[in-house]
């Protein structure tokens, strides 16, 4: 009889991915509602996504855009000026620095956390030093919230503008503080591509708790036009130079049916969760960190030493590739792009995301996701890590 190794080694699953969407028939059916209604954008069912996600993120003021780098476009014109200095992180995807350099502003980047979110003591350091740091972008990495006491302290001691990009992070909380509530920061941006939390295809938000910033966004949303009660019945004013950042209300209407379910998704990703986490116990793979009830995981990240092993990193990606396991590693570091280097950054002291980057990569989490799938992983992760020992 062949050993479980034996048989391992050339049995192979499905493609399984890092993230994936989970459509189901009454989602499916909401869209087609709106395909046979009257309204295919700028609709009701546009409004109905965003009051739906304000009360769900507890906001007063919620935008819903094309994607997520729209939201953090449209959030950086009403955030910043050209010259404005701004902290962010090396650990999230391009398009958090990017929306800083959409506007002319600067970014500055500062060392991550070992739970792989930007380092509120060095931000609290530069501040200090900078007087002239305007803003910070914050990213909730991989669904686990940015520390919101420490937060506060940054926003209200030194007066510094937050955005809080809650791309990963939907459905977390910390304490009673929901992600995207925009409690302890003046905006924070969503986005609903297929491998997050929840999809509307392509699609994003903006939430905020002030009306003047709202107002401003729903103008640069679209095309900075404005139509007032009084004016003429074909008249309508340019007052900015906005964009067509619209959402269609078939994605709104997938979005709100999608919605409702959030929670019963979370609740699976923190089976999975759990399941990770038991199994990588006192073992070489580390959980990025472990279950505590805060993050809403939408990545579950691994570090392991490869320096103590007989596989490198892309050996191990291959392996498992070829298994039709896609592991993926986020994030390689944004100010080691060379666009970014380009413009004279990359040599930022960054000690800890370099050793992230060195270490940490992310394993499948979706609620579609089986229990099968899932042993399948860890399986194939610890034999690809111990196989010299097995044959
Ligand atoms: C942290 C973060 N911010 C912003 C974005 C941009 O969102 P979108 O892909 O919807 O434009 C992403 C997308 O992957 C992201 O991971």
């Avoid at 050793?355 to 194939?380: A, H």
Wanted: charged share 25%; with cysteine; aromatic share 10%.
């Amino acid at each position: 009889m062949k050993s479980f190794w034996q048989w391992n080694k050339v049995y192979k699953m499905q493609f399984i991915p890092y993230g994936k969407q989970l459509i189901e028939d009454n989602d499916i059916q909401s869209v087609v509602d709106v395909l046979t209604s009257d309204y295919l954008t700028t609709g009701p069912s546009v409004k109905a996504f965003e009051e739906a996600l304000s009360a769900y993120c507890n906001v007063n003021y919620t935008v819903a855009v094309a994607n997520g780098t729209a939201a953090l476009h449209l959030a950086s014109l009403v955030l910043l000026k050209e010259g404005d200095k701004v902290l962010t992180t090396p650990n999230s995807f391009l398009a958090t620095s990017n929306a800083i350099l959409y506007v002319g502003a600067k970014p500055i980047f500062v060392d991550i956390a070992k739970d792989g979110n930007i380092d509120l003591d060095l931000c609290e350091e530069a501040l200090k030093s900078d007087a002239s740091i305007k803003a910070m972008y914050v990213v909730a990495f991989s669904g686990n919230m940015v520390n919101q006491k420490k937060l506060k302290y940054l926003r209200d001691t030194y007066n510094v503008t937050i955005l809080e990009d809650c791309a990963h992070a939907i459905g977390a909380k910390e304490g009673d503080i929901k992600a995207a509530s925009c409690t302890n920061s003046d905006i924070s941006i969503l986005s609903f591509h297929p491998v997050k939390h929840m999809t509307t295809g392509e699609g994003g938000a903006i939430t905020t708790n002030s009306k003047e910033l709202y107002e401003k966004l729903l103008i640069l949303r679209g095309h900075g036009m404005v139509k007032t009660p009084d004016m003429k019945p074909w008249e309508y004013e340019m007052r900015e130079l906005g964009f067509n950042y619209r959402i269609t209300d078939m994605q709104c209407a997938l979005g709100s049916s999608q919605l409702k379910k959030l929670d019963s998704f979370i609740e699976r990703r923190i089976e999975l969760v759990k399941a990770y986490d038991k199994a990588f116990q006192d073992s070489m793979v580390k959980p990025l960190y472990t279950y505590d009830g805060k993050s809403s995981y939408h990545l579950y990240v691994v570090q392991v030493d490869f320096s103590k092993l007989d596989i490198s990193k892309e050996e191990l990606f291959h392996k498992l590739r070829e298994k039709n396991i896609g592991i993926q590693l986020h994030y390689i570091p944004i100010n080691k792009q060379p666009y970014y280097k380009s413009l004279g950054y990359g040599d930022e002291v960054t000690p800890v995301m370099d050793k992230y980057y060195d270490e940490c990569f992310s394993l499948p989490m979706f609620p579609k996701l089986t229990d099968e799938e899932q042993t399948f992983v860890i399986n194939n992760l610890f034999f690809c890590i111990i196989e010299k020992d097995l044959v």
